[in-house]
């Protein structure tokens, strides 16, 4: 049995009509009754990358005993000249995460994934220090089961105080070796309840993963860069799907 943790995550691809421009990552969120898909803010619109993109396709799984079968599901981006997307803003600017809501009803007949509730976000800092193990569940540079069509996962650590905001920005630090089309994966931790043991997914969401952390001081023949990435903490969502 496929673990739920990669049936939550799906390889999002964007277009410009027919062109294809990039791949990424989402991951499925629900909250009463209503369907969310998760990614990072820059997959959908980014300005200073000339990156604009009209719709997107996500890929789902039609048949949970044969993993091999999906479907591509296209979701436009814009309705009457408006964005259908959700972001957040704090008193540091835009948050890099976005959230569209998925029309049950269009979906095909029998689709098969798992998704975060706001039961997975978390909601005391006790337990999450510097170095836990974390994973980042994602597409890096597209590489995944192309026959499944599931993700693959890289271990990360937490590389900053887990609820302070990094250099005031709603964000902290990750220690991983991540790659484009990563962008907008699901941060997550073990959780530790007993309860949660044979839970389908046993993971507290901590963070969406938005892109890798660099100085701009650093010298690009003599200096490795630092390995480090920014993971917006989670807890958005709740704003973001009221």
Same mark, same amino acid.
């Given at each position: 049995? $496929?673990?739920?943790?990669?049936?939550?995550?799906?390889?999002?691809?964007? #277009?410009?009509?027919?062109?294809? /421009?990039?791949?990424?990552? %989402?991951?499925?969120?629900?909250?009463?009754?209503? /369907?969310?898909?998760?990614?990072?803010? =820059?997959?959908?619109?980014?300005?200073?990358?000339?990156?604009?993109?009209?719709?997107?396709? &996500?890929?789902?799984?039609?048949?949970?005993?044969?993993?091999?079968? !999906?479907?591509?599901? !296209?979701?436009?981006?814009?309705?009457? %000249?408006?964005?259908?997307?959700?972001?957040?803003?704090?008193?540091?600017?835009? &948050?890099?995460?976005?959230? &569209?809501? &998925?029309?049950?009803?269009?979906?095909?007949?029998?689709?098969?994934?798992?998704? #975060?509730?706001?039961?997975?976000?978390?909601? !005391?800092?006790?337990?999450?220090?510097?170095?836990?193990?974390?994973?980042?569940?994602?597409?890096?540079?597209?590489?995944? +089961?192309?026959?499944?069509?599931?993700?693959?996962?890289?271990?990360?650590?937490?590389?900053?105080?887990?609820?302070? @905001?990094?250099?005031?920005?709603?964000?902290?630090? $990750?220690?991983?070796? $991540? =790659?484009?089309?990563?962008?907008?994966?699901?941060?997550?931790?073990?959780?530790?309840?007993?309860?949660?043991? +044979?839970?389908?997914?046993?993971?507290?969401?901590?963070?969406?993963?938005?892109? @890798?952390?660099?100085?701009?001081?650093?010298?690009?023949?003599?200096?490795?860069?630092?390995?480090?990435?920014?993971?917006?903490?989670?807890?958005?969502?709740?704003? /973001?799907?009221?």
């Amino acid at each position: 049995m $496929t673990e739920g943790l990669l049936l939550a995550t799906t390889q999002i691809s964007t #277009f410009e009509a027919q062109k294809l /421009l990039t791949r990424a990552t %989402g991951f499925f969120f629900t909250r009463s009754e209503r /369907l969310f898909l998760v990614t990072s803010r =820059h997959v959908v619109l980014d300005e200073p990358a000339k990156h604009f993109p009209d719709r997107i396709e &996500i890929d789902l799984h039609t048949d949970g005993a044969n993993l091999t079968e !999906s479907a591509t599901f !296209s979701i436009p981006l814009y309705r009457d %000249g408006k964005s259908v997307w959700r972001q957040g803003l704090d008193g540091s600017g835009e &948050i890099d995460v976005a959230v &569209i809501e &998925i029309e049950r009803d269009k979906l095909p007949e029998q689709v098969w994934y798992t998704a #975060f509730t706001p039961d997975h976000l978390y909601t !005391s800092h006790t337990g999450i220090e510097v170095g836990s193990l974390l994973l980042i569940v994602g597409f890096p540079l597209g590489f995944h +089961d192309t026959l499944h069509h599931l993700p693959v996962v890289r271990q990360s650590v937490v590389a900053s105080s887990f609820g302070m @905001r990094f250099q005031g920005q709603g964000f902290f630090l $990750t220690d991983a070796r $991540t =790659h484009r089309g990563i962008s907008g994966a699901a941060v997550v931790a073990r959780s530790q309840k007993a309860e949660d043991a +044979d839970a389908p997914l046993p993971w507290v969401l901590l963070g969406v993963h938005s892109s @890798r952390f660099d100085v701009g001081t650093r010298d690009l023949k003599l200096d490795e860069a630092l390995g480090l990435n920014c993971a917006w903490y989670a807890d958005i969502l709740l704003k /973001l799907t009221e």
